[in-house]
């Protein structure tokens, strides 16, 4: 399966634990020298009762399971996290343009200093580094790094 076969979609509430599965394989994959903050419990709870139903939610739905996830508040994108098999087969830029198009005046995003791969995927589809953090204003107290995407004009 490629990821054009893939449908991007909106959230709805039943599908908050199968995007917190994709959420915690993701982190782990990606971030392993990164604490994670929060157990599967509060992950799981967290995606329940605040990403789900209060942020413009998307997920990659295989028909048989879900592959991805992106989470935007306004003009943040919080949350772009895909399930390990599915890094680098295109999903990743798919869900970019759809950030783009639903923001269209600009997009904002905090990454860890250490994903050095997501910093790359960032930088690729236009954000820059604008700020640099200690991480003491994260839940898991990592150095991070705040990023912005303007359109071009």
Same mark, same amino acid.
Do not use: I
């Given at each position: 399966?490629?990821?054009?076969?893939?449908?991007?979609?909106?959230?709805?509430?039943?599908?908050?634990?199968?995007?917190?599965? %994709?959420?915690? $394989?993701?982190?782990?994959?990606?971030l392993p020298t990164v604490r994670c903050?929060?157990?599967?419990?509060?992950?799981?709870?967290?995606?329940? $009762?605040?990403? %789900?139903?209060?942020? =413009?939610?998307?997920v990659a739905d295989t028909g048989s399971?879900? %592959? *991805?996830?992106? %989470?935007?508040?306004?003009?943040?994108?919080?949350?772009?996290?895909? /399930?390990?098999?599915?890094?680098?087969?295109?999903? *990743?830029?798919?869900?970019?343009?759809?950030?783009?198009?639903?923001?269209?005046?600009?997009?904002?995003?905090?990454?860890?200093?250490?994903?050095?791969?997501?910093?790359?995927?960032?930088?690729?589809?236009?954000?820059?580094?604008?700020?640099?953090? /200690? *991480?003491?204003?994260? /839940? =898991?107290?990592?150095?991070?790094?705040?990023?912005?995407?303007?359109?071009?004009?």
């Amino acid at each position: 399966m490629s990821s054009n076969d893939v449908v991007l979609r909106r959230a709805s509430d039943s599908d908050a634990r199968a995007a917190a599965d %994709v959420w915690l $394989r993701s982190f782990a994959a990606a971030l392993p020298t990164v604490r994670c903050a929060h157990d599967e419990a509060e992950v799981h709870d967290w995606f329940a $009762r605040v990403l %789900v139903p209060r942020y =413009e939610t998307w997920v990659a739905d295989t028909g048989s399971s879900m %592959v *991805g996830l992106l %989470v935007l508040d306004g003009k943040e994108l919080k949350q772009l996290y895909l /399930d390990p098999a599915w890094r680098g087969r295109g999903l *990743g830029d798919r869900f970019m343009s759809l950030a783009e198009q639903r923001k269209p005046d600009g997009l904002t995003l905090w990454t860890f200093q250490v994903n050095a791969a997501a910093r790359r995927f960032y930088e690729r589809h236009g954000f820059v580094e604008v700020e640099r953090s /200690d *991480g003491l204003r994260n /839940d =898991e107290r990592e150095p991070d790094v705040r990023c912005v995407w303007q359109p071009q004009t």
